[in-house]
């Protein structure tokens, strides 16, 4: 048999982009235009040479008729989805989440008795954004943390994305904004590496989701607040309006969806009520 994962791949044809990309669609709503063909077949090429696969075509009927594509459909996701994210990202967001978001969830809940708090990094990646949360959580609650019911739900469509954040463990780069006493306070040094500590890491529970798992999404009930940060970059316009409703119905009323700063509602949804906040928006389930 030659061995075809020793030579490049065919290019794709535009007939085997419509229906990989109608399929990747299908399966968790994340949409190539025509214009990111070539981006497609590059991220895909190292999945032909992992299967030892000639040709875009042949993948293509693996994913589609092979009983046993389970396990690569979770690796195409790993590589149609792009993991960059760090500690602190968009500072003037998570100042918005410190300094009035939560502490008016909090004040809200406490005065109906109910020290519970529900938080959802919708699209976690390596884990950078809700260890974040974790931390602004603590350094809020201090030593009342133990008074309080608090989970971190965090989840993301890349196995190897929550691998990753299940280690738990960063370089100096992706800590870059994170403050040195905070660095110092929350973090295990081991040479060159930090490991985010226990304290933190038990607040976050780090699961599996594919947002296309429409069932799955909807029992996802009760949020107080939800990070859903450039997420929605993946989707068409039907898909956005589809998920951003979803989404308002996992908050609770009075809770808030903060999206990446690049994103925007706009002809996305209605319901939510813009918050402006100094150097970002929120958006407010009333």
């Known amino acids: 048999m030659a061995d075809f994962a020793a030579s490049s791949p065919s290019l794709m044809t535009d007939e085997t982009f419509t229906l990989l ?26 999945r032909l040479r992992a299967n030892n696969l000639p040709d875009y075509d042949k993948y293509y009927y693996m994913l ?19 993991n960059e994210t760090s500690f602190f990202r968009s500072p003037p967001q998570i100042q918005a989440f410190q300094e009035k978001a939560l502490p008016e969830i ?3 809940h406490a005065k109906k008795g109910e020290k519970i708090l529900r938080l959802w990094s919708a699209g976690c990646s390596t884990g950078d954004e809700p260890y974040t949360m974790g931390i602004v959580v603590k ?16 989840s993301d469509i890349s196995e190897k994305a929550l691998k990753s954040a299940r280690a738990s463990v960063y370089n100096d780069y992706t800590l870059r904004s994170v403050p040195p006493e905070i660095k110092k306070k929350y973090f295990v040094q081991n040479g060159s590496q930090f490991t985010v500590c226990d304290e933190i890491r038990m607040l976050v529970d780090l699961q599996y989701l594919n947002f296309n798992d429409t069932k799955r999404v909807k029992l996802m009930k009760g949020f107080d607040i ?21 989404l308002y119905d996992n908050l609770n009323p009075g809770g808030y969806l903060f999206i990446g700063h690049s994103e925007s509602l706009h002809n996305i949804s209605r319901a939510f009520k813009l918050v402006h906040f100094p150097g970002a928006l929120g958006y407010k389930k009333e």
């Open 21 to 46: 990309r109608d399929f990747i669609y299908e399966h968790s709503g994340i949409y190539f235009s025509d214009t990111k063909k070539s981006q497609l077949e590059n991220r895909l090429s190292l």
């Open 64 to 82: 589609k008729y092979d009983p046993q594509a389970s396990k690569e459909l979770r690796a195409l996701f790993d590589s149609v989805t792009t």
């Open 106 to 108: 909090m004040e809200a």
């Open 139 to 154: 350094e809020i609650l201090n030593d009342k943390l133990k008074e309080w019911d608090v989970k971190i739900f965090a």
């Open 226 to 246: 939800i990070f859903c940060r450039n997420v929605l970059i993946y989707f068409d316009d039907e898909a956005k309006k589809r998920f951003v409703a979803q």
